[in-house]
C-alpha cells in the first residue's frame, strides 16, 4: 500500500495550494480519505475526510470555508484545495485511508498513511 501526497510548497499569506493523494495497493473506491498536518511542535490535528463515495465530507473549524477536500476514484486520488491560506496553515501534511470507507475525523482510525508534504505560508 502506498499514497503519495505531493503539491506542498512555499507560499504568502491569502494564496492557494492543491495538494494531492495518489493510492495504490487498496481499492481506493471502497477507502474513506482524510488529511491530517502536523505543525512544529504540535500534535496531528485533523483537516479534512471524505468518504468513499464521495457524498459527504468533514472539515475542521479552523479550515472550514477555505479548504475543499475531492475525491477522483477513476484516478484513485484524493484532493485538498486550500484557499485563503494563512501562516497558522504551515504545516507537514498527511493523507491517510480508512478501511471502512467512512472518512473519519478520528486518526486512530485509519488503517495506511502517506509520507506527508510540507506546506509552508510565510506572513
Known amino acids: 500500500v502506498q499514497l503519495q501526497a505531493s503539491g506542498g510548497g512555499l507560499v504568502q499569506a491569502g494564496d492557494s495550494l492543491r495538494l494531492s493523494c495518489a493510492a495504490s495497493?487498496?481499492?481506493?473506491?471502497?477507502?474513506?480519505m482524510g488529511w491530517f498536518r502536523q505543525a512544529p511542535g504540535k500534535e496531528r490535528e485533523f483537516v479534512a475526510a471524505?468518504?468513499?463515495?464521495?457524498?459527504?465530507?468533514y472539515y475542521a473549524d479552523s479550515v472550514k470555508g477555505r479548504f475543499t477536500i475531492s475525491r477522483d476514484n477513476a484516478k484513485n486520488t484524493v484532493h485538498l484545495q486550500m484557499n485563503s491560506l494563512k501562516p497558522e496553515d504551515t504545516a507537514v501534511y498527511y493523507c491517510?485511508?480508512?478501511?471502512?470507507?467512512?472518512?473519519?475525523?478520528?486518526?486512530?482510525?485509519?488503517?495506511?498513511w502517506g509520507q506527508g508534504t510540507l506546506v509552508t505560508v510565510s506572513s
Open positions: 491517510a485511508a480508512d478501511f471502512r470507507g467512512r472518512g473519519t475525523t478520528q486518526s486512530d482510525e485509519y488503517d495506511y
Open positions: 495497493g487498496i481499492t481506493f473506491s471502497s477507502y474513506g
Open positions: 471524505i468518504r468513499w463515495s464521495g457524498d459527504s465530507t
